[in-house]
Nanobody
Framework: QVQLVESGGGLVQPGGSLTLSCTVSEGIFNIYVMGWYRQAPGKQRELVASIKTGGFSNRGETKYGGDVKGRFTISRDNIKNALYLQMDSLKPEDTGVYYC???????????????WGQGTQVTVSA
C-alpha cells in the first residue's frame, strides 16, 4: 500500500514563505517522477513542480508550472524518501490545496500508476 503524507501547509502573508514536505512509504519498486500539484477553489488541479527520479536519462530534471519558476524549488531526500517544496514570495493566487504525487510501479510486474497524498491547505492572505 502506497502512502504519501504531506505536511507544512498553513496561512501565510503575501511575500512570505512555506516549506511543504511529503513522506513516501517504503517498498515501492520504482518511482519515476515525484511532484507537487495544487487545486484552487473552482479550478482544475495543476502541476506546480516535478522532479524526475527514475528511468535511464535526465534523472534530477525538474519542471515548474504556472508562474512559480524562480519562486518555488522542488527537492528530494533519497535517504528519507521524502519530497519537498520550498515556496518563497508567495502570492494570494498560490492559495489552494497542495497534493504530493508519484508516478511509480509498486512491483516489477505492476503497471505504472499515479499515487496521491491527501493534500495540505496553503492560504496566502493578508
Amino acid at each position: 500500500q502506497v502512502q504519501l503524507v504531506e505536511s507544512g501547509g498553513g496561512l501565510v502573508q503575501p511575500g512570505g514563505s512555506l516549506t511543504l514536505s511529503c513522506t513516501v512509504s517504503e517498498g515501492i519498486f520504482n518511482i519515476y517522477v515525484m511532484g507537487w500539484y495544487r487545486q484552487a477553489p473552482g479550478k482544475q488541479r495543476e502541476l506546480v513542480a516535478s522532479i524526475k527520479t527514475g528511468g535511464f536519462s535526465n534523472r534530477g530534471e525538474t519542471k515548474y508550472g504556472g508562474d512559480v519558476k524562480g519562486r518555488f524549488t522542488i527537492s528530494r531526500d533519497n535517504i528519507k524518501n521524502a519530497l519537498y517544496l520550498q515556496m518563497d514570495s508567495l502570492k494570494p493566487e498560490d492559495t489552494g490545496v497542495y497534493y504530493c504525487n508519484i508516478d511509480a510501479k509498486m512491483n516489477w510486474d505492476s503497471p505504472r500508476e499515479d499515487y496521491w497524498g491527501q493534500g495540505t491547505q496553503v492560504t496566502v492572505s493578508a
